[in-house]
């Protein structure tokens, strides 16, 4: 092979590498396919997948930094358009599209992104009603969390002062849009509750379009709310925006206007009540009075009152008699127990050996105690034979043993 240049494959690889990164049209490429073989490396942060159609499958890749900023969650089966460039990767001579921004084909990121995350949310339970907890009726303090220089705070704050001004409002300025608006947010919503400085929280907004309310459906600030040990009520937008603020918080407001009237009860309607209830004390207190006095006659002429004595000596004649069937209860009592306690003494004496000995018998011992048999004897030895009134001293002269075929 004289002649012929032999290259590496490492060169091989590196060398059709600049071929494609120095083509201007494989810089920049948009490709429409639907993912597969996806891999969501979390520690990294990198994003490994094949978008395919009908007839092919082309390898691609999208690193951490490109990856953070996207605003849906890519998913298996997912139809994709991909922004990127085509190169090589020499390691493994492999060629694969190198991501840089990606959005789901026939809707938009963010619609997906807010479909995604209400999906899996409500999987875990956040939007339940279980977990709400009720507005209270009447608040000392109403926290308010929303911009200070949007139209909301202001027609909240003209309608919690004209609906219920001895309430105090405690304000707490934040960005509502913007890269910085979900971190404002949930600190907010934290520091009321770390200073318990509220009875309920108003958080939202005026309207806007979706990019506009996005703060208010980060993920971070769902779960604050959830977390919040505070009633929330959630004002967000138009009547027709739906945000996840609205469906985990404990309430929803169509508008800022209508959450701060239902944050506070009617002062109107409040005065009414109250004359309504001053106008109908007086009879309402004379009912009472009356029922008082009937009960206070139906005691003055009660037998306790009128005849003391008489009381006494009925509950005493009950007491007596309850003494006498004491008495004879435990009298009936220990009669019962003597009875069984001789019954089981009898019993004893039965069984006592000193009852055998007193008809006729006798007990044999020696040195080892009882004797059971003449066959634990031999002559020559000494033994006591006790008897009902005492014991005599005796030694065997002979032993004789029955035997056996004697039964025979």
Same mark, same amino acid.
């Given at each position: ?16 590498? $600049? /071929?494609? *990164?120095?083509?201007? #049209?494989? @810089?920049? &490429?948009?490709?429409? %396919?639907?993912?597969?073989? =996806? ?10 997948? $094949? /978008?395919? *159609?009908?007839?092919? #499958?082309? @390898?691609? &890749?999208?690193?951490? %930094?490109?990856?953070?900023? =996207? ?97 105090e409002v405690v304000f707490c300025p934040v960005l509502v849009q913007g890269e910085g608006a979900p971190a404002q947010l949930i600190d907010a919503v934290r520091r009321f509750n770390r200073a318990n400085a509220a ?88 009912r009472r009075i009356d029922l008082y006095r009937q009960e206070l006659d139906s005691l003055t002429s009660s037998k306790i009152l009128s005849s003391p004595t008489e009381y006494i000596n009925v509950r005493k004649s ?91």
């Amino acid at each position: 092979m004289a002649g012929v240049s032999v290259i590496t494959v490492s060169q091989l690889n590196f060398y059709i590498k $600049s /071929l494609l *990164d120095e083509n201007t #049209v494989l @810089r920049e &490429v948009y490709i429409s %396919g639907e993912i597969s073989n =996806l891999t969501d490396h979390y520690r990294s942060g990198h994003i490994y997948l $094949s /978008l395919k *159609d009908d007839k092919a #499958v082309v @390898r691609a &890749v999208m690193f951490a %930094g490109n990856a953070k900023r =996207l605003r849906f969650k890519p998913e298996e089966g997912m139809k994709v358009i991909a922004r990127g460039r085509v190169s090589v990767y020499e390691a493994t001579g492999q060629y694969q599209l190198y991501i840089e921004d990606m959005q789901p084909d026939g809707i938009g990121a963010l619609n997906l992104a807010y479909e995604q995350l209400k999906r899996r949310l409500a999987e875990e339970g956040l939007f339940s009603d279980e977990r709400k907890k009720p507005i209270p009726k009447f608040p000392n303090r109403i926290g308010v969390i929303t911009s200070p220089t949007g139209a909301a705070v202001q027609d909240i704050l003209n309608i919690l002062g004209r609906r219920y001004p001895i309430s105090e409002v405690v304000f707490c300025p934040v960005l509502v849009q913007g890269e910085g608006a979900p971190a404002q947010l949930i600190d907010a919503v934290r520091r009321f509750n770390r200073a318990n400085a509220a009875d309920v929280i108003i958080i939202g907004r005026g309207g806007g379009s979706i990019e506009d309310l996005w703060a208010f459906n980060d993920e971070g600030l769902a779960r604050a709310i959830a977390a919040s040990d505070i009633p929330i009520i959630s004002a967000v937008g138009h009547e027709t925006d739906f945000t996840i603020c609205d469906f985990v918080s404990d309430l929803r407001a169509p508008t800022p206007s209508a959450a701060a009237e239902l944050a506070t009860p009617n002062r109107s309607e409040l005065l009414a009540y109250f004359k309504s209830i001053s106008s109908s004390l007086p009879s309402i207190m004379q009912r009472r009075i009356d029922l008082y006095r009937q009960e206070l006659d139906s005691l003055t002429s009660s037998k306790i009152l009128s005849s003391p004595t008489e009381y006494i000596n009925v509950r005493k004649s009950e007491l007596d008699v309850l003494y006498a069937d004491m008495t004879r209860a435990f009298t009936n009592i220990v009669l019962e127990k003597r009875y069984r306690l001789m019954s089981l003494a009898s019993k004893l004496e039965t069984l006592s050996p000193m009852a055998v000995l007193s008809r006729g018998y006798s007990i044999t011992e020696n040195k080892n105690g009882v004797v059971r048999n003449a066959a634990s004897l031999k002559k020559g030895d000494r033994v006591d034979v006790i008897f009902e009134d005492g014991k005599v001293l005796c030694e065997v002269k002979a032993v004789s043993i029955k035997d056996s075929a004697d039964d025979e």
